[in-house]
């Protein structure tokens, strides 16, 4: 008989949470990576919006048409750069669920 303890579980799912972290700035190296790539080949600055990456995905989304706080903030993301908003999330969880010794 296996004995799992809870603090082998909160260990498993600290783990997990801190490889999502790091893959998620992995993500957004690899899209700032390929916005300096084709800044380079159009000679002009190039970023990706998070609604553009979603539409390239098949996930069809366009910025908000109302005037409302909820709309702003979702425009607001909406038409930042992608490899921020992931790179970001990315940073804070690796804040969040860094090891403690």
Do not use: C, H, K
């Amino acid at each position: 008989m296996i004995l799992v303890t809870t603090a082998y579980i909160r260990g498993m799912i600290m783990g997990f949470f801190r490889l999502l972290a790091w893959v998620f700035v992995a993500l957004g190296l690899m899209l700032l990576g390929a916005d300096g790539v084709s800044t380079l080949e159009q000679g002009e600055p190039v970023m990706r919006s998070t609604a553009e990456v979603m539409n390239l995905l098949g996930i069809g989304v366009s910025p908000l048409e109302s005037d409302g706080g909820v709309a702003t903030v979702a425009n607001f993301f909406l038409r930042s750069a992608f490899w921020a908003i992931i790179g970001g999330i990315g940073l804070i969880m690796t804040l969040i669920f860094r090891p403690l010794t």
